[in-house]
């Protein structure tokens, strides 16, 4: 299964920002978007798919973050 996660655009280069997702910062395509610097993207695969608010993507991040803590319980 592929999910698609949301973080925040910190620089811009052509067609590629670095994206920070919870302090790790990642190089992502931004072809087929128009993001701006303080932008909330949602990426999948290493591209940014769509341009999101940030609540959208704060509400996202937590639901990842509570999901994850469902997950450690089976561990």
């Known amino acids: 299964m592929c999910i698609a ?4 655009v910190v620089s811009l280069e052509g067609n ?3 994206v920070d997702f ?6 992502v395509n931004t072809g087929l978007v128009e993001a701006g ?3 909330y ?3 999948h695969a290493g591209c940014a798919i769509e341009v999101m608010s940030s ?5 996202l991040a937590e639901l990842f ?4 803590e469902y ?5």
């Open 5 to 8: 996660v949301p973080g925040k």
């Open 16 to 18: 590629f920002a670095k």
């Open 22 to 27: 919870k302090g790790n910062i990642v190089k």
């Open 37 to 39: 610097v303080g932008d």
């Open 41 to 43: 993207v949602l990426v």
């Open 55 to 59: 609540d959208m993507a704060k509400e």
């Open 65 to 68: 973050d509570e999901l994850e």
């Open 71 to 75: 997950g450690n319980i089976w561990n």
